[in-house]
């Protein structure tokens, strides 16, 4: 039986990485679906991530839709340079891209992206006018060999080094389990908000009261069929998803589970 929504200060945000998804002309016609679904959200953030290859087409699509932010994959630390492959902040402001997600546990896996480049990335995120979604998880042998709760420390502590504590307020810290992501399993709701609690903490010992304000969004295996559940905990303030953030018809209902009865205390 799905939980009674509770109400938020906090406003939520619902982020769709599409990871290595979409041609620029899928692109188009994906947002268009989305937009023509949300129509108009009060008190909610949605932000839509493609392809580097797809930012052109994202924009000149979102350009008549500003109920969506623009959102990139990852970016690299430096403005300029010879690094192959890579792309700055300046360039991905240049498309109209908000939010930028960093440290997703693919980009830890897959192309060595540690604690400290992180860290790295979202200080030089917020000096270009980024809001950085810094990404933290757990894998299942660690999970199960009792280390969540320390993998979550050190990568918050060692992926926030340095942030700016007069920019808290651009910060998303995203919790997607390892175990969670693109496996069909999912933490269940009290799972994902135990460690949302903790890094809530954490962030309260690094910022002081200003990160009690961070919004922390769960990311792993979300779908309409349990975003309910999970929006619902207290201190989950929305969702990374993924798979599901590619189809229009899926992400207007998890954009729908988070919404009821979230309200800005601000508005």
Not at 16 to 40: C, F, P, Q, Y
Not at 146 to 161: K, N, R, V, Y
């Amino acid at each position: 039986m799905s939980k009674t929504k509770r109400i938020n200060p906090r406003r939520p945000l619902v982020a769709g990485n599409w990871k290595m998804h979409r041609t620029a002309s899928d692109t188009k016609v994906l947002i268009e679906d989305i937009v023509k679904r949300v129509d108009r959200v009060a008190n909610i953030d949605l932000v839509v991530c493609p392809p580097f290859t797809s930012l052109a087409a994202a924009h000149e699509t979102l350009g008549r839709h500003s109920i969506l932010a623009l959102g990139a994959q990852t970016m690299h630390s430096s403005k300029e340079g010879a690094f192959t492959g890579e792309i700055s902040g300046p360039m991905l402001r240049e498309f109209g891209v908000r939010y930028v997600i960093l440290g997703h546990s693919e980009r830890r896996q897959y192309d060595n992206e540690t604690n400290e480049k992180v860290a790295a990335k979202a200080i030089a995120a917020i000096s270009y006018h980024l809001r950085p979604i810094v990404c933290v998880g757990e894998t299942l042998t660690q999970r199960e060999a009792g280390e969540t709760t320390a993998i979550i420390d050190t990568q918050i502590h060692t992926s926030l080094a340095g942030f700016p504590v007069d920019q808290i307020e651009e910060l998303v810290v995203a919790y997607e389990p390892v175990w969670a992501i693109g496996t069909g399993k999912v933490a269940t709701p009290t799972q994902a908000n135990q460690v949302h609690r903790q890094i809530r903490k954490l962030l309260v010992k690094m910022f002081g009261d200003p990160g009690a304000s961070i919004r922390i969004i769960y990311g792993g295996s979300v779908k309409p069929e349990n975003a309910v559940d999970l929006m619902a905990e207290p201190d989950i303030d929305g969702a990374l998803v993924g798979g599901a953030s590619l189809d229009a018809r899926a992400f207007f209902d998890i954009i729908e589970a988070t919404r009821p009865a979230r309200p800005n205390v601000n508005d």
